[in-house]
């Protein structure tokens, strides 16, 4: 049986012809809004890789509600990007741009004043790679997209925002999540009904944005930055000692060689100075927790490929 008599079957499928989605994807969104209300309270959100624009079309109706005023229909702001072009959008702000890119990354943020009033209360990315089948790259391309929109995230949240993210879900996410829980104080992976039971995607759903500490917001870009001269760059204790934000596939899996040596330059006494520092950091005894068996997993790592 073809794919496309397959994906007519699909209830979503066909519920999105009916009621005018771009895209089935509509209804993720829409589940995840059910599940968390991230659309509570907001005006200002920003769709990453939104084409051909099925969560910009939510993003539109549920933001620009029929019962607002002229004046508060004024204040919400929807800004869409993605590599491609789409039919535009009542209502949404379109740019067209690769997000892992920094005049794009400056682009989106240049909608948003460092005022925090101003500042996006929303970030969600459907991003998807073209996929490979090799699931560790398909992963960390996956991955890198989120560091991306995360790395835009931390310049255009205000104070309590929430994000939205696609992820690949490996055996273990437990290097993202400490990510997201450097900078967020909810931390959840959420798979929706609408997503099909045989994909191995899924959603991270985060609020409570909060920037570290004296963390200058920095534009990454893991497959092309050196991520630790990146950090030492900004002058800025908090973000030297920040576990690695890289992308990376399954930490428990078999890498590909390309990942692998993303991690290679940093040696065992980085990972322990790193480790040092964050333990007599203020960070939360939670946080510390968290990151604790990260930096023991990656240390016993180290001092093992050290020792042969
Ligand atoms: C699954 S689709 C998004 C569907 C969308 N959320 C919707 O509801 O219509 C994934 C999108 O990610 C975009 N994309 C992939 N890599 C990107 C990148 N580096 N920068 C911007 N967009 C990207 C693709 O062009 C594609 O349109």
Redesign the pocket.
């Known amino acids: 049986m073809g794919k496309t008599s397959k994906d007519k079957r699909d209830v979503y499928y066909r519920l999105a012809k009916e009621e005018g ?3 089935r ?2 209804f ?2 829409l589940h995840i809004e059910q599940a968390f209300g991230i659309f509570d309270g907001v005006q200002r959100a920003v ?12 993003l539109a109706k549920k933001l620009l509600r029929s019962s607002l005023t002229d004046d508060e229909k004024l204040a919400v702001k929807i800004i869409a ?4 072009a ?1 039919a535009p959008l009542p209502g949404v702000v379109q740019i067209q ?5 920094e005049s ?1 990354a400056e682009a989106i943020i240049g909608h948003f004043s460092s005022d925090a009033q101003q500042k996006a209360q929303l970030v ?1 990315c ?5 996929v490979t089948g090799v699931h560790e790259m398909d992963e960390y391309m996956q991955n890198q ?1 989120i560091v ?1 929109a995360l790395s835009i995230a931390t310049f255009v949240l205000e104070p309590g925002g929430k994000f939205v993210a ?1 992820i690949f879900k490996g055996n273990d996410n437990c290097l993202l999540e400490s990510q997201m829980r450097t900078f967020f104080t909810n931390f959840c992976i959420f798979k929706p009904p609408s997503s099909r039971p045989s994909s191995i995607e899924a959603f991270v759903v985060c609020s409570g944005f909060r920037l570290p500490t004296g963390y200058i917001p920095q534009i990454i870009n893991p497959a092309r930055d050196d991520i630790r001269a990146l950090s030492l760059k900004t002058g800025s204790e908090t973000n030297r000692r920040l576990v690695p934000f890289i992308a990376c596939g399954d930490l428990n899996g078999s890498l590909g060689d390309d990942v692998v040596g993303l991690m290679d330059d940093i040696t065992l006494e980085d990972v322990e100075m790193a480790y040092d520092s964050f333990m007599k950091s203020d960070s939360t005894d939670d946080f510390k927790d968290v990151l604790n068996d990260v930096f023991q997993q990656e240390i016993a790592q180290r001092k093992k490929q050290t020792s042969q």
């Open positions: 989605w771009r895209a994807s509509a993720k969104l769709d990453l890789c939104a084409a051909p624009g099925s969560w910009s079309q939510v990007v993605d590599l491609q789409m741009g690769d997000i892992t890119k794009t969600v459907d991003g998807a790679p073209d997209l991306s696609k």
